[in-house]
Each structure stands twice: as structure tokens, then as C-alpha cells.
């Protein structure tokens, strides 16, 4: 049986079951999605959300109350200056009195209304200073999700809906329709909790909109736009959300799946997830030809040493040169990548375990080959592979 | 159709001079007649209100469980984008066209409407566009599937009927363009001598503004959907993200025409319920004055609110902040507008005819639906409820009990001066309750649905949305028989003249020009101009 907090809901329910309208199908809430028969906002899971709980609140009972107010005089009215209980109509037909007060009153409520919403809708745009930036791409119809700061800085993904959930649908949601139908996905968003997350949103097709209820966030993703916005979870969980801007035939199906994890449980996922993608992209094992690795090593050179060692490899400073040094020049490849994995001179020279054996392998490559160093060495990731795990 | 209507023709009153008139087909074809061209209207916006009717059963059809039961969800975004377009377009608009050429020169003490032959073109133009629209769903690639608002980059996917549609729209805009520019005419001109305009009938003024905005804005559609068109065939990239173009722009476009188009389609409304109240009340219309005021200054914030249906685009803090204030503001004029009708209760000596029972119902739940509007006019609570279930609920409370339901009352107000006859009581009394409850029963549940979070235009949805959807599909279907009830056993048999005859003026509190002339309305109405009363409301002899 479906369970019910909400006595209204209910009562409902209980109306449905004698209609015979029920579904019938034993559907449970989802924690972090939404519940069954639920009438109100998704629980909140950031502040943001909350504040947004706290307005709509605040004008469902204003609301309520000039709504009673009003349409009690109406039907007083109704009750009493009818013809057939002998009601003569009054002749009055204008004062300039009561319009003046019954124009500024509306006016000043709305006014103190506007207030409080003021405050909520600046914090909600202000997406400075976060902790963790995720590029959010709409495509027809999945969500891409690129970590661009922060944390995890370089994962990127594909978040799909589980397509057995698909495949139900398309034969009708019979039988054991699973809690999280439309919402599981195969690679959710994970983000650590408390920390202030930007995300970016842009498409490649059509606009789409990023959703989570649960934290008070809807932002379009817009083809050849970037636009933001941000969260900062309150608690550990699981929350759902959908695309919610018309996007094409499968637009009911590109579920938003976001898991926040404590601090330590994120950085564990994330190193996992940075190997994982690391192995991923290239086989350690493949065994490169010279030009191939040269090239790959000028890149990697370009973004991660030219900064420190110069162009010419010449360093300076502190900065010990490139160009002629032993270490670079020997036969044995051994220390020259150790150095790379681990460092030297307390972080001078930082660890760069995070590139790849490849990416390791191919600058080590090309600082062996080039300015003036010209050793024809050629270092294979499988060499890397080997020094990693001494 | 015209055999239906016939009974015009022989009339038993002594007014009867169209033995000239046309008859037959060449009648309707031809007509030049305001109050032919008023029928003709009227009954094409019942025909096209029962096409998206059927579209609105189909989804909610599709919609009463969970999983893809009927439809695959390319259709399905075929059956919500056309229900909207045919609604909007073809339903509601045309509608209030029917309403303001029946009842405008009647009104106001003129002959006809100032452009005969325009009024002509403008009705039969909608003709071939409407069947455009319809027939799209038997073309290839099936009827676009965009969303009545359209936009971009995903109308550049659709397939063909896309073109069509767009045509479509460009010549129902012409329509309604040639509409308003006959109405405003006529009523600035062709006023009976000492109807100044502010002793003019709360319906003209109503639409006398709803015409201004129709012209302002129906050009700003023509030109979204033309630069739709340009981008789709002739390599132009207007709103194509891929060549430099602006998806967004299509959005203020559109909204900068779409906002006022709502007014467009509830102004007419405030109109026929300023009409009906007084006349059940038995009691002048409270603050006349201020109800022309708030009506124009309604129609005026409309120019200026319409990103409020943007701010999860991502507009700047400043922007969203002007758009939330800007709507906010809206609420002033309307609660006037309610206050002045309850006001126009008070103390009256009502009696509750259909007229009434669909009036008093529009100000009950037309104010649940403004509520609702205030509430997604604030910007933080909007970000929750944008493109979910709370909007279309909203907009359904607006347009369907609101536009709708004044459109009820108004046809069985003026029934008998269409007709002749009176139309049944109870049968009145059953559409109304019927529809009132269903209508509730339909669209109350989506609240529910919106606040949790189901988003719209979906053909498939989560099991924990699942009972709301299905109580929202039984009472749609009531809803769609009632107004099928509606027209076979109202507004048919009025037709066909069936009923007891009606007076002059059938109603003991109405007002105005209309009621001082026979029952049915003759062919001809005020050849030469009636000498008016000081109130410009009656005629002295």
C-alpha cells in the first residue's frame, strides 16, 4: 500500500479507491524526488530552497486570507440582497473614497511583497566565489556534465536515463514499476556537500532546463549561451530533477540525477573517477612511434611546464633548466620519471601523478628530443606504468 | 449551418425588411451583415473549441496513467502544441471577434460595423488557416511539435507543417488585425449621437482597448514567426545558435506579443461580466469610471511584464528584479476590477440566472487564478514552478474559467436577442454546475502536480504523479461532454428557435441599446441613428 502522511491526500486516495481510479500500483515516495500525492515544494535541501518554501508560504496565507475576506463579503451578499427574499436595490453607483482605498491597499500589499522576494532572488543570482564549477550541456536527450574547477577538476561525462526505465515506458509502466521510474540514470551529478557548486549551463542542440526541486534550481541550458547557477546542497542524499524547457520528442525522458556526498566520500569518488578516465583514455600498454609521442609531448609540455621551464627550457631562477640537464639527457628514464610522479625539492617541482602514463611519457619524450637535447629516446607509457607503481 | 439559422429570415416582426437579403449559401459567403458575420464567428470558434477539445482529451487521455499507453511522444508534443494554437487562435479569439460583431453596433447605436466587406474577408480568412492547421496532423512528419509558443532553435528541427503553421498564424494574424482595425473604427465613429465615450458600454470600451493591443502586437508575432521562416529555409540565423543567432531573442519577441495577447483574451471577458453583474444586481455598475481606468492601465503594464515568462532563461539580477515588480504591479487594476463587481453586488437585488451563475463563477475562480499569477510573478518562486503543471493550471484558471466561462455567461445574456427564444433554465443550470465542478475537478490537482515538480509537455511521467494526473483526466472528460451538452442542448435548439419566445429585454436589470430593439435582433438594426436618454442607454422615441 501506498503510504500517506497527508490526511487530505488521503482522504483523496480513499475517494479514488471507490471511484476505482486508483493505479494501483504499490508506488512509494522518492526521497530527494517527489512523493506520492504530494501537494507542496519538494523538501528543501539548500537554504535557497528553503527561502523559497518560507515566500511561497507567506503568500499562499496572504493570499488565502484576502481571498476569504473578499469572497466572504461576496457571498454574504449573495446570501442576503437577493431579489427572492425581497432585497431592494441600493442606487449607489460610485465613491471616490472607497475606490482611492481599494486601489492603495492592493498596492501597498503587493509592495510587502515584493520585499522579501527581493532579498531571496539577489542571493539566488549571485554565484560568486564557488567551490566546484560543472559545465551542464543539454543534448537531445541527455545531460553532459564537464567539471571545469575545483575538485575533479576535468571529469566529464554523459548522463543518461537507465534505458530499461525507457523501454518500460514505452510498454506502458506495467507490472514492477521500479520507485525511481523517469529519474534513474546511469552517471548522476556528484557533488560534495556544503560546498557552493556553479554550474554552467549551455546545449548543443535545443534549449533544455536543468532542474533539482530539491534545491531551488531551474536554469535554462541555452545553445551558444552560457548561463549560471548555483547550489550548495545542506545534506548528504540523492535528488532528482527533469529537464524542464521543451527540447523534442524524448524531452520526458533526460532525467537530472544529483548524489551530494560528504567531503571525504567526494574525493575518494573523484580520484577514482580521475584514474578511471585517465586509464581510459589510453591504453598504458600501446607502444607509440616517435613523432606521434613528440607531438602529444609538446602539448602536454605547453599546458603543464612552459610556465615554469620556459619555451626554451631554460627555466630560471629556482627553476632548474630543461635544456642539457643530466637528468634529462640520461639513458636511464627511471629518475626523470620518478621525478615527474613524484616531485622534488618539496613541491618546487610538484607531483604530476595525475597526467596520464601517456601524457607522462610523451613530455618526457619530448624534453628528451628537444632544443638542444637530442638523445633519440623514446620513453613508452608502459615504462611509466612501471616507475607508478615503485 | 443555414438551415439551422433560417428561422432569421421569417421573423415574425414587423421590422423584417431583408426580402432583399441573400439566402442560402450565398447568405453566409457573402455576408456583409454584422450580425451573419457575429454567427459565423461564433459558431467556427465552437467548432474549433470542440477540435481542441478533442486534442485536450487526447492528452489527457495519454496522461491518465503512467507509461506511453496511446500515443508516442512525437505525437503527443503534436497534440499539446496544436491544442494551444487551436485554442488560442481559434478558439478564444475568434470568439470574442463573434461577440464584439454582434454586439458592438448593437451596443452603440450604429447600423453595422464600419467595414462590411472587411469583415468578410477577415472572417473567411480564418477559414482556410484554420483548416491548415488542422489538416497539418495528415501531412508528413505530422502537425509541429514545438509548443504553441514556438520557439527556437527547436522550430528549425520541425518538419514541413512547421511552414504551414506559420502561414497559418501570419493569416489569422491578418484576420484579427482587419477585426480590430473594424472595430476600433466603429466604435470612434459611428457612436450614436450623445453616446460620449465614457457613457459607452463597459463590453465596447473592453474592446475597444483589446483592439488597440491586438494591432500593437499581432505585427510583433508576424515578425518572430517570419524570421522563424527566413532561418528554416533561407539561410538567415536570427535565432539559429549554430550561425551566430539568439534563441533567446526569440523568447522576448514572442513574450513581448504573448503577454499582451493574454490580456487580449481576458479584457472582452472583464467586459461581458461588467455587463451581466449590473443586470443580475439590478444595480448600475459600481465605479464605471475606474473599471475604464484599470481596464487601460491593465493594457498598458501588459507591454511591459512580458519577460516574466523568462526568468529561468537566466536574465540578469536587474532584469528579473523589474520584470517580478512590473507584474506585481498588474494585481492593482485587476483586484480593482474584482472589488467594483462585488461592490456592483452589494446590496443589489440579484437573481441568479445562467448569465449570472457563470458570472459570479468567472469572479470566484478567475481570482484563484490571479492569485496564482502573483505568486509566479515573484521571481524565487518562479525558478520552482516555471514549465511545470502550477502554469498550466494558472493558465487554465485564467483562460478557460476565466475567458470561457465570461463567454458562457455572455452567450446566454444575449441569447435571446440572437435568437429570439429563451434558452432552457435548467439546462443553463446543469452546463454551468457541470462545468464549474469538472473544471475544478481538472485543472485544481495540477497545482498539486506543479508544486511537486512534474514539469509540463510530458508524455511520460514519474509513478508519485500519478493520481493527480488520472483525477485530472475523469474530470477533464466531464468537462468536454458538458460543453458538448452545451451546444446540443442550449445553444441548438435556441437556434433552431425552439423555446419560449423571448422579450424585448428578457432581463428585468439589463441595460443599454441592445435591449431596445426587438427580440430577435432584426436584420437591420439602427438605420438612422437613435435619439439617446442623457445615460445614452435608452432610446426616447
Not at chain 1, 69 to 97: L, Q
Request: aromatic share 14%.
Amino acid at each position: 500500500m501506498k503510504r500517506i502522511s497527508n490526511p487530505w491526500a488521503a482522504g483523496l486516495f480513499g475517494v479514488l479507491n471507490l471511484l476505482g481510479l486508483s493505479v494501483a500500483q504499490a508506488t512509494e515516495s522518492l526521497t530527494g524526488g517527489p512523493a506520492v500525492m504530494q501537494m507542496n515544494l519538494t523538501p528543501a535541501a539548500t537554504k535557497i530552497a528553503e527561502e523559497q518554501h518560507f515566500l511561497h508560504a507567506m503568500m499562499m496565507v496572504i493570499c488565502l486570507v484576502i481571498f476569504v475576506a473578499v469572497f466572504s463579503v461576496m457571498f454574504y451578499s449573495i446570501w442576503k440582497h437577493r431579489k427572492s427574499v425581497g432585497h431592494k436595490p441600493a442606487t449607489f453607483s460610485e465613491s471616490i473614497t472607497v475606490e482611492v482605498l481599494w486601489t492603495a491597499a492592493p498596492f501597498i500589499i503587493v509592495i510587502f511583497m515584493a520585499l522579501p522576494a527581493t532579498k531571496v532572488l539577489v542571493a539566488q543570482k549571485d554565484t560568486t566565489n564557488s567551490d566546484l564549477t560543472v559545465k551542464v550541456t543539454g543534448y537531445q536527450w541527455k545531460w553532459g556534465y564537464d567539471y571545469l574547477k575545483g575538485e575533479g577538476e576535468g571529469l566529464s561525462y554523459i548522463s543518461n536515463l537507465d534505458s530499461a526505465q525507457r523501454t518500460l515506458s514505452n510498454e506502458g509502466a506495467k507490472g514492477d514499476v521500479p520507485n525511481d521510474y523517469l529519474f534513474r540514470v546511469d552517471n548522476p551529478l556528484v557533488v560534495p556537500v556544503g560546498k557552493k557548486i556553479r554550474i554552467i549551463t549551455t546545449a548543443d542542440d535545443v534549449i533544455h532546463s536543468w532542474s533539482v526541486p530539491a534545491f531551488g534550481v531551474k536554469q535554462d541550458a541555452i545553445p551558444g549561451f552560457v548561463r549560471d547557477t548555483w547550489f550548495k546542497a545542506e545534506r548528504v542524499g540523492t535528488f532528482y530533477g527533469q529537464c524542464s524547457e521543451l527540447c523534442g520528442k524524448e524531452h520526458a525522458y533526460m532525467p537530472i540525477t544529483v548524489k551530494v556526498l560528504s567531503a571525504e566520500d567526494y574525493s575518494a569518488w573523484a580520484q577514482a573517477e580521475l584514474k578511471k578516465a585517465a586509464a581510459k583514455a589510453d591504453d598504458p600498454n600501446k607502444v607509440w612511434v616517435f613523432d606521434e609521442l613528440f607531438k602529444r609531448g609538446e602539448k602536454v609540455y605547453a599546458t603543464n611546464c612552459v610556465a615554469c621551464h620556459q619555451p626554451n627550457g631554460k627555466g630560471g631562477g629556482p627553476i632548474k633548466p630543461l635544456d642539457g640537464a643530466a637528468v634529462v639527457l640520461a639513458d636511464d628514464h627511471a629518475k626523470q620519471i620518478q621525478v615527474l610522479l613524484n616531485g622534488q625539492n618539496n613541491g618546487a617541482m610538484p607531483s604530476w601523478k595525475a597526467l596520464s602514463d601517456t601524457d607522462i611519457a610523451a613530455v618526457v619524450t619530448y624534453t628528451k628530443n628537444n632544443w638542444s637535447n637530442k638523445t633519440n629516446q623514446l620513453v613508452q607509457p608502459a615504462e611509466v606504468l612501471t616507475q607508478r607503481s615503485k | 449551418m443555414s438551415a439551422v439559422l433560417d428561422h432569421h429570415d421569417h421573423a415574425h416582426d414587423g421590422h423584417d425588411d431583408h426580402g432583399h437579403a441573400m439566402t442560402g449559401w450565398r447568405r453566409w459567403v457573402y455576408a456583409t451583415n454584422h450580425k451573419d458575420i457575429g454567427t459565423l464567428y461564433l459558431l467556427f470558434a465552437f467548432t474549433m473549441l470542440m477540435v481542441g477539445g478533442v486534442l485536450a482529451l487526447m492528452i489527457r487521455l495519454e496522461l491518465f496513467q503512467p507509461g506511453l499507453q496511446f500515443f508516442q511522444p512525437e505525437f503527443f508534443n503534436q497534440l499539446t502544441t496544436m491544442h494551444g494554437l487551436i485554442m488560442v487562435f481559434g478558439a478564444i479569439m475568434p470568439a470574442f471577434v463573434g461577440f464584439a460583431n454582434w454586439m458592438i453596433p448593437l451596443q452603440i447605436g450604429a447600423s453595422d460595423m464600419a467595414f462590411a466587406r472587411m469583415n468578410n474577408f477577415s472572417f473567411w480568412l480564418m477559414i482556410p488557416a484554420a483548416l491548415m492547421l488542422v489538416t497539418s496532423f495528415f501531412m508528413p512528419g505530422g502537425a509541429p511539435a514545438a509548443g504553441w509558443t514556438l520557439y527556437a532553435p527547436l522550430t528549425l528541427q520541425m518538419g514541413p507543417t512547421m511552414d504551414s503553421g506559420i502561414f497559418a498564424m501570419h493569416i489569422l494574424g491578418a484576420s484579427s488585425i482587419m477585426g480590430s482595425i473594424n472595430i476600433i473604427v466603429t466604435i470612434l465613429n459611428m457612436r450614436a449621437p450623445g453616446m460620449t465615450l465614457m457613457k459607452m458600454p463597459m463590453f465596447a470600451w473592453t474592446w475597444l482597448i483589446t483592439a488597440y493591443l491586438l494591432i500593437a502586437v499581432m505585427p510583433v508575432l508576424a515578425g518572430a514567426i517570419t524570421m522563424t521562416l527566413t532561418d528554416r529555409h533561407f539561410g538567415t540565423s536570427f535565432f539559429n545558435p549554430a550561425a551566430g543567432g539568439d534563441p533567446v531573442m526569440y523568447q522576448h519577441i514572442f513574450w513581448f506579443f504573448g503577454h499582451p495577447e493574454v490580456y487580449i483574451m481576458i479584457l472582452p471577458a472583464f467586459g461581458i461580466i461588467s455587463q451581466v453583474v449590473p443586470a443580475f444586481a439590478r444595480k448600475k455598475l459600481f465605479g464605471y469610471a475606474s473599471m475604464v481606468y484599470a481596464t487601460s492601465s491593465i493594457a498598458i503594464l501588459s507591454f511591459i511584464v512580458w519577460a516574466h515568462h523568462m526568468f529561468t532563461t537566466g536574465m540578469p539580477v536587474t532584469g528579473q528584479l523589474f520584470f517580478m515588480y512590473a507584474t506585481m504591479l498588474i494585481a492593482v487594476p485587476t483586484a480593482v476590477k474584482i472589488f467594483n463587481w462585488i461592490a456592483t453586488m452589494w446590496r443589489g437585488s440579484m437573481t441568479f440566472e445562467t448569465p449570472m451563475l457563470f458570472a459570479v463563477g468567472f469572479i470566484f475562480v478567475f481570482t484563484m487564478g490571479g492569485f496564482t499569477g502573483l505568486i509566479l510573478a515573484m521571481a524565487p518562486i518562479d525558478i520552482q514552478l516555471q514549465d511545470t503543471y502550477y502554469v498550466v493550471a494558472h493558465f487554465h484558471y485564467v483562460l478557460v474559467a476565466g475567458s470561457l466561462f465570461a463567454m458562457f455567461s455572455g452567450v446566454y445574456y444575449w441569447m435571446p436577442k440572437w435568437t429570439g427564444v429563451m434558452y432552457n433554465e435548467t439546462r443553463g443550470k446543469i452546463h454551468f454546475w457541470v462545468s464549474l465542478i469538472a473544471f475544478n475537478v481538472t485543472f485544481f490537482p495540477m497545482h498539486f502536480l506543479g508544486l511537486a515538480g512534474m514539469p509540463r509537455r510530458y508524455a511520460d511521467y514519474p509513478m508519485q504523479f500519478a493520481d493527480f494526473n488520472a483525477v485530472a483526466s475523469v474530470g477533464a472528460f466531464f468537462f468536454g461532454f458538458a460543453q458538448v451538452y452545451f451546444f446540443l442542448f442550449v445553444v441548438l435548439p435556441c437556434m433552431r428557435g425552439q423555446g419560449e419566445k423571448a422579450a424585448q429585454k428578457p432581463w428585468e436589470g439589463a441595460e443599454g441599446l441592445e435591449w431596445e430593439v426587438p427580440s430577435p435582433a432584426p436584420f437591420h438594426t439602427f438605420e438612422n441613428p437613435p435619439k439617446l436618454n442623457a445615460e445614452a442607454n435608452r432610446i426616447v422615441a
